[in-house]
């Protein structure tokens, strides 16, 4: 029996190791594979030019167009997100401190909001551009995107600000602040970390998504100039050149991963740097 | 004077504060609400024409000669969410005991950026991933093995890239349930003289056994919506599937695929936003009772 027992706890831990280890290694083969099959067909042109008018058959030009459009479409949605987002998060953690089951049902409705699929965010963005009339544009897409992320925001950044002792809300309180002083200037001061994760975070979802820009933003080879242009994105410009029946074109697909990925990464390591960085900063009770 | 000035704009400036507060507050309580309308509004034409029921179990996909019959659609999502949730379920639960019960700090270290990094790979990534790797796997090696002549673009490509996908989502939560099971429990188990793997058996999993069905069924939802990275490694075949290594079409595959068409043909728009409503019902349902188990999962500990 004892042998038996003994066998059983080896045999699981030994499975527990390889699932753990497999995790790890699919990330290696991830990255591995994307950028071994990428890194040879990145140029400097790849990323500096417009796609020129061959270039879905094999000649010359690059993704600028998908890359500015990417930065501008996250950082439109992010920065729209934010006005949006914040307060709703401090309101939770400030203003609604005493009605506990209230603030719960709203993170059981923004939990829900976070778990809908993007390509319903889309579809619904598309509904709602029809409904107003406007055309795929950049502005469409941004509209959408924020939809998208201003759950993922508020739910990141209400973790951080739960975080904050409820003696400092107190302590203002007494000291005969408003609210919205309280909001900005103790309770977002406080957590800046969480604040810049939280934004960063979003920022990393609005680049890296597809499904949601599919309808409203469009695609187009040029820069756009004016918010009522449409706009290609990184993602999209992947997806594209991947269905292309000419290598060539698929190779600049697994090159565009690789910037994709790059900028992703970029940006996970500055979430790390940031939260790390700034933790000495806080008034630790 | 100015001290009453300064009170005044403060208090002004809290009021302002506090209405757009409790604007933005409003909007997005009422997003789900919006959402479920708008898209309604748009499928309402093609509900009206044919009820629901005639519409998810018809197996007629032919938008020309307005036959909208999603139950290809839908079986097609079904095979790959449970390829993806039976592949990745083991590995997380596994992981999850590993990470909180057994491993040591400089293992956390690693896995956490690694979970990290993982959950942040946009989907396109993966979709390119899976045809580099995946399609090719499952095509040259695993159908020669097994004697049969396939593609590589199935429904098995599809699970396996989906599981990968869904892994860093369950693992967190399954992590954060495992955590918040009090120790003293199993401290208690093992006093009483079990080993450390019986109290993981009867005790953790037991105890914790309503949050890991949560965990999974939030990974399935996750599962179900995926988008690009399934389209790009399933196939997009329009028929019923009858096994693993048969082409699939899942519903957000055929959504992401046909918007070009969707203005050309009528009522094709309005059966799009009817699967966009069938996928939105489906992945809320799912994600409502979840979270309503891990709530009262955690009320209790």
């Known amino acids: ?285 | 004077m100015s001290g009453f000035r300064i009170k005044l704009s403060r208090s002004l400036r809290n009021k302002v504060h506090g209405s757009w507060m409790t604007v933005c507050l409003v909007f997005v309580i009422s997003m789900p609400v919006i959402i479920a309308g708008g898209l309604y509004w748009k499928s309402s034409v093609l509900l009206h024409d044919h009820g629901v029921f005639s519409l998810i179990f018809s197996k007629e996909w032919k938008p020309l000669s307005g036959q909208f019959g999603f139950y290809p659609f839908i079986i097609s999502s079904i095979w790959v969410t449970m390829t993806a949730l039976i592949l990745a379920a083991p590995i997380c639960l596994l992981t999850a005991i590993h990470l909180t019960q057994y491993a040591k700090r400089w293992v956390l270290k690693i896995m956490h950026p690694v979970i990290d990094i993982l959950a942040g790979i946009p989907s396109v990534i993966y979709g390119v991933w899976g045809i580099l790797v995946v399609v090719p796997f499952i095509g040259n090696h695993l159908g020669t093995w097994l004697g049969k002549s396939v593609s590589g673009y199935s429904i098995l490509a599809g699970g396996i890239v989906l599981a990968i996908m869904v892994i860093p989502f369950v693992l967190n939560i399954l992590i954060d349930v495992f955590n918040n099971i009090p120790t003293e429990l199993s401290e208690a188990s093992l006093s009483l003289g079990a080993t450390r793997w019986q109290t993981i058996k009867f005790v953790l999993v037991k105890k914790g056994l309503p949050g890991i069905v949560a965990a999974f069924g939030l990974g399935m939802s996750r599962a179900f919506g995926e988008t690009i990275a399934v389209l790009m490694v399933v196939g997009n075949v329009s028929r019923i599937p009858s096994g693993l290594f048969q082409p699939g079409y899942p519903l957000p595959a055929l959504i992401a695929n046909n918007y070009g068409e969707m203005l050309s043909i009528p009522l094709y728009d309005s059966a799009l936003m009817l699967s966009a409503l069938i996928l939105f019902v489906v992945v809320l349902g799912f994600n409502f009772v979840s979270r309503y188990i891990i709530a009262a999962c955690d009320k209790r500990c």
């Open chain 1, 1 to 285: 029996m004892k042998k038996f027992l003994k066998a059983e706890e080896i045999f699981f831990r030994v499975l527990m190791f390889l699932s753990t280890t497999l995790i790890g290694t699919v990330l290696f083969l991830i990255v591995f594979s994307v950028i071994k099959n990428g890194l040879p067909y990145l140029s400097w042109e790849m990323i500096s030019e417009v796609p020129s008018g061959g270039y879905y058959f094999g000649k010359e030009g690059g993704i600028l167009n998908a890359i500015v459009g990417t930065v501008y479409l996250s950082l439109g949605s992010t920065l729209l997100a934010f006005f949006v987002g914040l307060p709703v998060a401090l309101m939770m953690n400030v203003h609604l401190v005493r009605y506990q089951r209230f603030v719960n049902g709203i993170r059981l409705i923004l939990d829900l909001l976070w778990g809908i699929p993007s390509i319903v965010y889309g579809a619904f963005g598309f509904t709602l551009m029809v409904y107003l009339g406007i055309r795929a544009s950049l502005l469409a897409g941004i509209i959408t995107v924020t939809i998208f992320i201003i759950p993922i925001m508020i739910r990141a950044m209400d973790e951080a600000l739960k975080t904050a002792p409820r003696g400092l809300l107190e302590a203002a309180l007494s000291l005969g602040s408003t609210r919205s002083e309280i909001s900005y200037r103790v309770f977002f001061k406080q957590c800046i970390p969480g604040m810049v994760t939280a934004i960063l975070l979003s920022f990393g979802r609005a680049a890296g998504d597809v499904a949601s820009v599919l309808f409203t933003a469009g695609f187009t080879d040029a820069i756009p100039t004016s918010i009522n242009q449409p706009a290609a994105t990184l993602p999209l410009a992947i997806f594209f050149q991947l269905s292309s029946p000419i290598s060539e074109v698929r190779h600049r697909a697994y090159a565009a991963a690789v910037v994709l990925f790059g900028i992703i990464l970029v940006i996970s390591l500055l979430t790390r740097i940031i939260s790390g960085k700034y933790k000495k900063n806080r008034i630790n009770f």
